[in-house]
Each structure stands twice: as C-alpha cells, then as structure tokens.
C-alpha cells in the first residue's frame, strides 16, 4: 500500500511505499523543534516568580497562555495538513516557534520594567503556542502519513519519544543555561532549536492526506471527543510538573530540581520504546486504563514525597504511566475519522491536550497558593483517576 508524495511545490510526485517505520528526518526535526518547548519549562517560572515578582498565580497563567493560542489554532493546523501535507505545517510553526524565542530574548534585556518583560514573555508565549501548534500537528501527521494508518500508534510512540526526549534534555539544559549565564542565553537556545528543525526537516519527502470529503473542524471534534478527553485529564499531571516543579522543590529545599522532567522522560521513553507497539495490537481503550492508573500512582508519589528522591521517582512513575496514553487513544481517536480528515484529527485530538495546559495552570496556581505546591500533585493524581474512568464507559463507543 502506498502514501500520495508531494514534492515542494505541492505537485504530485511517484507515490512511494509505506515505511515500516517513521522517517528518522521527521522524527530528528521534531526532536530539534520540541526542545525549544522544553528549554524554558523550568526558566520561565522561577523568571516570573523570582526576578520579576509575580505571585503563583500569574506563573501559571504565563505558562497556561501557551496552551490557549495552541488550542484555538489548532483546527488552521490541522486543515493545513490536510490540505498540504505535515511538511508545511511543520516548517511554518517551526518558524513561528524561533520568533518566539526572540521574544523570551527581549524580554530579558536589561533595563525593562517587570511589567513591560511580563508583557513581551506573554506574547512570546503566544507566539510558542502558535508555532506548537502547526509544527506538532505538522510532525505528527506527517510521521503517520509516512507508515500508514495500520501503524499510527507505533508512528505516534515515535514522535512522543522524540518530544519528551527533548523535555527530558532540554529542561535541565535551560535551567543550567539560565544560572550560569541568564535568561538570554538560554533564550537564544530556544531560537536556534527550530532552526536547526526546519533545515532538517527541509530535505524529507512530503506526504499528503488521502483525498476525500473533509469535515468541518468542530465535527472532527464531535467524532473524538471522548478520547481527547481523556487526554485532556491525563495532561494535569504532566503540567503540574512542567510548571511548579521547580518551585516545588525550591519551597521544600530539596536540589535537582532540573531532573524532574529528565525523570519522567526515562520513564516515558522506555515504555514507548519497549511497549510502543501495543496500541497497534490490542485494545487502545484497555491500554489507556491501565496507563492512567499508573500515573495516578505516580502523582501521589510526589504528593507525598519526604524527599527530593521520593519525589523524582514519582515523576519516573508518572512518566511509566503517561508514555502510551496519547498513542493508545490517539489510535481509537484516528478510527472514528475518514482518512482525508487525519490531520484535522491529530490537531483537534492534542487540542484537549491544550486545554488541559491552558485551564489546569491557572488552576493549580490557586491550588499551590491556598494549599501549598504538593496539593498540585494531588490534584493530578484524582484527574488521572476520572480519565481512568472515562475510558471505562469509551470502551464501546457509540456510533
């Protein structure tokens, strides 16, 4: 069986076989591009908390924004793949995505006030979230398009190992970079990443989505609502740790904060890598429950913690439980669409990711100021346990 290829230009090329696995320039190009997510992670709050002055509230805010222009502009994404390939879409956000650092640059510089560097940080995370959102889409669709849809869940365990390998180095990376030479180096980091993104992913084939009738964005929606639930109430967990990790361990004075995300990523990356194929192969309903319990566990591992160590094996823990959730029902999600309504699919399925970043910051901001960091993790491990839930009543879908 074959994908429609496309060269630069758009024009139809010799249809080349499916690979049995996804293209490594795809997946390399969307390593690249996701460590400019994963440099700020743990730089940006401690910059809005510490240096400019702001409250918890506001950090989570900050962070959430990015979320917020990702989801309302997934559904262009996803027509942009639709209509002309995971390539453009992938391109086009990588570029947004080095504005952004630019951004994060500015709003560094001396001699601004803490209001004016909060403004230019906000709208450089609005510029992120736009960027995020084609080139993740972009990628995703893309990796997919290269090896069929009877391989999308192996093809989406790819592409979640390149993005959270990025998190897991590219956090502890901006978090040295930032105290060794400040916010600007690190900054400049987040420039270069998606350059180097866009000159790899330049040179990879193209593919095209099947032809066919396409469905207006909301109706994609309709179709796999329950799934992205799910994923929305997975990605609690994962926020807490992006977003207030760092002050979590800086409020109890443990060290190695810069390693909860490179904990989590070693959890995360060895289930893809040795489990990846189940999503493919069985149930992705029963593969999703079981995942989502695991997180849970791993949530009120950190809610607990007497230590820094407890507190990084709960994010290893969390991150054995959240690696195959995305392809488990990203699989189930893919099923309910026709194939010419794949990438509007993958966009509106990460956009309940989105709103779980957008909503949730804000969120566990209150939570972390009116009852301290470690409730956040808490909070994670009960929204993990309703995801659990939800996907025990999607296991027979309704038609």
Not at 262 to 291: E, K, N, Q
Not at 317 to 334: D, M, N, Q, R
Request: charged share 10%.
């Amino acid at each position: 069986m074959s994908a429609l290829a496309v060269n630069g230009a758009g024009q139809p090329t010799a249809a080349p076989q499916f690979l049995t696995r996804p293209a490594p320039g795809i997946i390399a190009a969307l390593f690249c591009g996701y460590l400019a997510v994963g440099l700020p992670l743990p730089v940006i709050p401690l910059f809005v908390h510490d240096k400019l002055g702001f409250s918890t509230l506001v950090v989570g805010l900050v962070i959430g924004i990015q979320f917020l222009a990702t989801v309302l502009t997934r559904g262009y994404a996803g027509r942009l793949t639709d209509q002309h390939g995971g390539k453009r879409s992938a391109l086009q956000g990588a570029a947004v995505s080095a504005l952004a650092g630019l951004l994060y640059f500015v709003a560094a510089m001396p001699g601004l006030s803490p209001t004016a560097s909060l403004a230019i940080a906000v709208v450089g995370r609005l510029a992120a979230g736009l960027g995020e959102s084609q080139f993740v889409t972009g990628c995703v669709s893309w990796s997919i398009a290269s090896v069929g849809p009877g391989r999308a869940g192996m093809s989406m365990s790819w592409t979640g190992i390149a993005m959270f390998a990025a998190l897991a180095i590219g956090a502890p990376i901006g978090m040295l970079l930032y105290q060794s030479y400040g916010l600007e180096v690190a900054m400049i980091a987040c420039i270069v990443a998606p350059l180097v993104a866009a000159a790899v992913a330049i040179r990879e084939i193209s593919y095209a989505t099947p032809a066919g009738p396409r469905l207006p964005f909301y109706r994609v929606i309709g179709q796999i609502w329950r799934e992205g639930l799910g994923l929305m109430l997975q990605g609690v967990g994962l926020l807490g740790l992006t977003a207030f990790s760092s002050l979590y361990f800086a409020a109890r004075h443990w060290d190695n904060a810069g390693l909860v995300m490179t904990a989590f990523g070693i959890g995360f990356i060895f289930v893809r890598g040795v489990l990846g194929h189940l999503p493919d192969r069985m149930s992705g309903y029963r593969v999703a429950l079981w995942s989502l319990v695991i997180e849970a566990v791993g949530q009120a591992m950190i809610w607990f913690a007497p230590n820094d160590v407890m507190a990084l094996a709960g994010a290893l823990v969390t991150g054995l439980g959240c690696a195959l959730i995305f392809p488990s029902l990203g699989v189930e999600a893919l099923k309910r669409v026709l194939p010419a309504n794949r990438g509007s699919a993958m966009g509106a399925f990460v956009a309940f990711l989105d709103i779980a970043y957008g909503f949730s910051g804000p969120v566990a901001g209150v939570i972390a100021g009116r009852f301290g960091y470690a409730a956040v993790y808490l909070f994670g491990a009960g929204c993990a346990l309703a995801g659990a839930t939800l996907v025990v009543t999607a296991r027979s879908p309704q038609s």
